[in-house]
């Protein structure tokens, strides 16, 4: 279930996949702190953590597992960088909350933290993404549905993304009207760092000939 790990270049790979999470979770942080809508996992994850009485964070951390252990029950591989974005990301977005001020009616700058935020997320993506570690616990579940049930990738992810943003919604997560420019903006976002840092978008094939992205 687990892919075998690079051990000649773990030390290099460990510290850029630890950059691009750390970028990752900052930008997470200001989506939240932008108070205009964020991601679809965020606003379920941020309406968890309110219910729970825990941070954001923790509750990233959380539902990492829970995804993933989904995505084995379904027989999903996993690499190294699974682990590493479940136990990562939570860290660093619960230290950036703590350090960026929440913002509101102040719409320029609003804007300008959730577009700067979605381009770091792009560019968080690329990077990890180019390390090549194993997909993240989310799309590790996409890639499981698509292989167990057939469906399309873009109908396996599409269809977690609204189930899991509508759940936020209904429990009060902040959906707004930045979670419809995240979903307009992050691919290109996503494209954009890869043309930037020249990743190549041609990681190995899994058995089935689909290939794992983050």
Same mark, same amino acid.
């Given at each position: 279930?687990?892919?075998?790990?690079? /051990? @000649?270049?773990?030390?290099?790979?460990?510290?850029?996949?630890?950059? *691009?999470?750390?970028?990752? !979770?900052?930008?997470?942080?200001?989506?939240?702190?932008?108070?205009?809508?964020?991601?679809?996992?965020?606003?379920?994850?941020?309406?968890?953590? +309110?219910?729970?009485?825990?941070?954001?964070? @923790?509750?990233?951390?959380?539902?990492?597992?829970?995804?993933?252990?989904?995505?084995?029950?379904? @027989?999903? @591989?996993?690499?190294?960088?699974?682990?590493?974005?479940?136990?990562?990301? !939570?860290? /660093?977005?619960?230290?950036?909350?703590?350090?960026?001020?929440?913002?509101?009616?102040?719409?320029?700058? +609003?804007?300008?933290?959730?577009?700067?935020?979605? *381009?770091?997320?792009?560019?968080?993506?690329?990077?990890?993404?180019?390390?090549?570690? !194993?997909?993240?616990?989310?799309?590790?579940?996409?890639? *499981?549905?698509?292989?167990?049930?057939? /469906?399309?990738?873009?109908?396996?992810?599409?269809?977690?993304?609204?189930?899991?943003?509508? #759940?936020? /919604? #209904?429990?009060?997560?902040? *959906?707004?009207?930045?979670?419809?420019?995240?979903?307009?903006?992050?691919?290109?976002?996503? +494209?954009?760092?890869?043309?930037?840092?020249?990743?190549?978008?041609?990681?190995?094939?899994?058995?089935? !000939?689909?290939?794992?992205?983050?």
């Amino acid at each position: 279930m687990f892919k075998p790990i690079r /051990w @000649r270049t773990f030390p290099r790979d460990f510290l850029v996949i630890q950059s *691009a999470f750390l970028i990752f !979770g900052f930008a997470i942080a200001t989506m939240i702190r932008a108070n205009l809508g964020t991601s679809p996992w965020a606003v379920f994850e941020v309406a968890m953590s +309110q219910i729970l009485h825990i941070t954001p964070g @923790r509750t990233t951390v959380i539902t990492g597992f829970f995804v993933l252990s989904i995505a084995l029950s379904l @027989r999903e @591989r996993v690499g190294w960088g699974t682990l590493a974005n479940i136990l990562s990301i !939570g860290l /660093w977005e619960d230290w950036a909350l703590s350090l960026i001020r929440p913002v509101q009616n102040n719409l320029p700058v +609003q804007l300008a933290m959730l577009l700067g935020a979605i *381009a770091c997320m792009g560019l968080a993506s690329a990077i990890y993404i180019g390390v090549n570690a !194993g997909a993240g616990p989310r799309d590790t579940l996409m890639l *499981a549905i698509h292989r167990r049930f057939g /469906w399309s990738v873009g109908v396996a992810r599409g269809s977690i993304e609204v189930i899991v943003v509508t #759940l936020g /919604w #209904l429990l009060g997560g902040p *959906a707004g009207a930045g979670t419809l420019i995240f979903a307009l903006l992050i691919g290109t976002s996503v +494209q954009t760092g890869f043309k930037l840092l020249r990743v190549q978008t041609r990681p190995p094939v899994e058995p089935d !000939g689909i290939v794992a992205t983050d």
